[in-house]
């Protein structure tokens, strides 16, 4: 079992910044993503890494959010720039138990709780 805490998220305005975290109750994690969900769509993947470092990011995302992880700390980071109105959504960790990661949420195991970020513009 992997419990996975997000914060970091809030409100800001169109082209601004944050860092969203997500602290892992372990370190042995093959594949870890960011998703985000909006009332009436599906989840959908924002950025994923596995345990070599090989990062998938969706096209919305490119160039603007930067994936990452901290093995001391556990901890497993989304930084994101450039933030735009559609960037809106409840974010979640995840975590798969195979290091292939894929951009599908129903491949992942574990989930954090989520939280929110909310981009005006």
């Known amino acids: 079992q992997v419990q996975l805490v997000e914060s970091g998220g809030g409100s800001v305005q169109a082209g601004e910044s944050l860092r969203l975290s997500c602290v892992a109750s372990?370190?042995?994690?093959?594949?870890m993503g960011w998703f985000r969900q909006t009332p009436g769509k599906e989840r959908e993947a924002v950025a994923t890494?596995?345990?070599?470092?090989?990062?998938g990011y969706a096209d919305s995302v490119k160039g603007r959010f930067s994936i990452s992880w901290d093995n001391a700390k556990n901890t497993l980071y989304l930084q994101m720039s450039s933030l735009k109105p559609e960037d809106t959504g409840i974010y979640y960790c995840?975590?798969?138990?195979?290091?292939?990661?894929?951009?599908?949420?129903?491949?992942?195991?574990?989930w954090g709780q989520g939280t929110q970020v909310t981009v005006s513009s």
């Open positions: 890494k596995n345990i070599v470092g090989a990062t």
């Open positions: 372990t370190s042995t994690t093959n594949c």
């Open positions: 995840a975590s798969r138990l195979s290091s292939w990661c894929t951009m599908n949420h129903f491949d992942f195991n574990y």
